[in-house]
């Protein structure tokens, strides 16, 4: 494996970016560098409180080429590059969090409502490129939605009409990734969770639905927010018919169980915990849409559902006001609808997808709480939105780092494989006195995390992000004292 967080990061991901002039691109590059040494703390703090490095980004971000876009597009062609050419399924989780930006008042006209319409801010939607294993392939696409404010006047049909309605969001996303290239060995399948549960979601999903061979396309596995009424008779058993989905998947019989991982936001005011599920699933038509807008929504949807139901939830969940885990998910992956029938391992590969969807809310949390992108002072919105570009993918890269460690193979890979040599060595020489380069990339990430303040006691816990950025940072810190000995004594 090539050295991921080598010198030269911030170069492969931003070096191309186009902004009218090749200075302004290594300010953004040497910017990116400052910030992947120093992700935690205010802007001033990211950039080791260098007034002449604050200075010259100020500088940079006043220009009109420096846009949200054109910072973002090097890393988002580089994921969608790595996303062609993955021998497997890429999962394009989509998600959207509110970023709050009511403390800068300069912003209050320039922004949208979050919150319950009293702050001012974005709605952030993400489609975060990884895969099954959690491996993290960067950001594909980032949105910046202004929520407007509605009139009580305006009609159901004037808002399900307005081209600026959130729930374009989840389509925008799908168009700005587009499908896999001919020839690529990738499965891609959009993952996503009930606020994609829309009309125009599923009938743009299933237009644009297609295969290389083998499975090879672009897919989709979501949970099932609305209760759609069947097309046709759907029965179990001679005597019973179900008009609606969900009832109809309740009933379902049992087509086997497995354990999954429930996050804790999952589970409510609950810890995370490992679940034992039961899984059912069969094909379903759901029935055209009444509101429709265009013959496209008019149309019949051929899909499946999936019913993920939690067998025997363990009683200190119950006693903490817990609800017992239930998914109802919706996919049109074709291995199960093309034999008109589904079999479990079939369906638990849906369910395995669909439990990866916390990661983008992990991202989610990079960004605040590690990040600090919420902190930016600003005046101006056109000079905000490439800072949240920068961060937010310099987040995505420093989440790939972080989630090394969680994978099956991190107690055997090598530490020097993912960060330079000398990090490893430096951390080595901290924790145990002595300069070893065989730390694995478990053994670092604890170690890094131990140098933040992570006790690793066995009820802690995985390391969070601020602890993780702490001891990034500190670790940088004595890297760069090592390399200026180094440079002075020859």
Known sequence: MDVTFGPDLAERHFGAAELG?????????????????????????????????????????????????????????????????????????????????SHCAALRDQLGQVGAGHGWGYIAHHVLAVTPQGEVLGLAHQALHKRRRVSKRET?????????????????????????????????????????????????????AHAHGHGHGRWYVIRSAKDRVLSGDDHLG???????????ARDLPELGRRQIDVSAQAGGQGKARRATVAVAAAPVTLAPNRWSRDALDARRID?????????DPPPAAAAAG????????????????????????????????????????????????????EQLRFAHADRLEPMIALLSVTTALLMRLRQAARRADAQTTPARTVVPLIVVQVLAAKLFGQTRDDLSVREFLYGVARLG???????????????LWRGWNDLQLMVQGVEALRRFSG
């Open 156 to 208: 159901r049909s004037q808002t399900r009409a307005h081209p600026a309605r959130e729930s374009r969001l989840w389509v925008a996303g799908c168009e700005a990734t587009g499908t896999p290239p001919p020839g690529s060995p990738a499965t891609w399948v959009d993952v996503a969770d009930r606020g994609s549960d829309t009309i125009e979601f599923l009938v743009h999903a299933h237009a644009h």
């Open 322 to 373: 817990v609800e017992p885990l239930e998914w109802i998910l919706l996919s049109n992956l074709p291995s199960a609808a093309a034999a008109g029938g589904a079999t479990f391992e079939q369906a638990a590969r849906c369910v395995d997808f669909y439990a990866c969807r916390p990661m983008v809310e992990d991202y989610h949390k990079g960004q605040k709480s590690g990040m600090g992108i």
């Open 453 to 467: 303040g992570h006790l690793g006691r066995k009820h802690d816990g995985p390391p969070g992000w601020l602890t």
């Open 21 to 101: 002039d090749r200075r302004r691109t290594r300010r953004l590059v040497r910017t990116a560098r400052h910030i992947l040494g120093h992700p935690s703390g205010t802007l001033p703090q990211k950039m080791s409180h260098d007034w002449g490095e604050m200075m010259g980004l100020y500088r940079l971000v006043e220009s009109d080429e420096v846009t949200h876009a054109a910072v973002l597009e090097p890393h988002r062609r580089r994921t969608r590059a790595a996303m062609a050419d993955h021998p497997g399924v890429v999962l394009l989780i989509h998600d959207a969090t509110e970023l709050d930006y």
């Open 238 to 248: 001679d005597d019973r018919v179900h008009r609606y989905l969900h009832q109809y």
């Open 303 to 311: 899909t499946w559902v999936i019913r993920v139901a939690e067998v």
